[in-house]
């Protein structure tokens, strides 16, 4: 059992090689975890808000979180040290991952918009914007060409990373759209 946040875990997800784990919580720290002790190995400080999220590059040497303070934040797993604060949202920023090359991070926020960001400037390239409410989470396909987005607006929308707009609009549910992945080919969202 992993013991050490002091409230609301929000968040715990494994790196690729599983062999740590990051967690975030309501308690404005990001920790990772050793997966075969259940040790923290480090406690990552200095959101100002509860972290919504945090997930590994895939090649685990970054940690991207999200959090209530209206930013998401790049931090080095070696060191703990947080290299990079991505500012621009209006609101609490809900999730945000990496792409899966590195180069970019995709974050939702609670302004109604998904933003993605380069990595190794810390600069907003693209704010895509269409969903009437909170926009919850928001993935890059395995090929990095395109984002799907989840909002309270009870849709999902595909977006081309490339240009930034919105190529289809998926209606269907009748209440909010918490989560969207697309499928390891590509082919579906779920």
């Known amino acids: 059992m992993l013991e050490g946040h002091l409230d609301f875990v929000t968040s715990a997800v494994f ?3 599983g062999m740590h784990i990051v967690s975030a919580s309501w308690d404005k720290t990001v920790q990772i975890w050793n997966a075969a002790t259940g040790k923290c190995e480090a406690k990552l400080t200095g959101h100002l808000g509860y972290v919504t999220s945090a997930v590994f590059s895939l090649d685990g040497m970054h940690i ?8 998401a934040r790049i931090w080095n797993t070696a060191t703990g040290e947080c290299e990079g604060e991505l500012k621009g949202h209006s609101g609490f920023v809900t999730s945000a991952v990496f792409s899966p090359d590195g180069m970019y991070i995709v ?3 609670q302004d109604n918009t998904a933003r993605i960001w380069n990595t190794s400037t810390g600069e907003c390239e693209a704010e895509l914007k269409g969903h009437s409410d909170f926009v919850t989470s928001a993935v890059f396909s395995l090929d990095g060409m395109h984002i799907v987005s989840a909002s309270r607006d009870n849709t999902a929308r595909i977006w081309n990373t490339s240009t930034g707009e919105c190529e289809a609009e998926l209606k269907g549910h009748s209440d909010f759209v918490t989560s969207a992945v697309f499928s390891p080919d590509g082919m579906y969202i779920v």
Do not use: P
């Open 64 to 71: 991207v979180s999200a959090s209530q303070d209206n930013t």
């Open 107 to 109: 974050s939702a926020s």
């Open 15 to 17: 790196s690729s090689d």
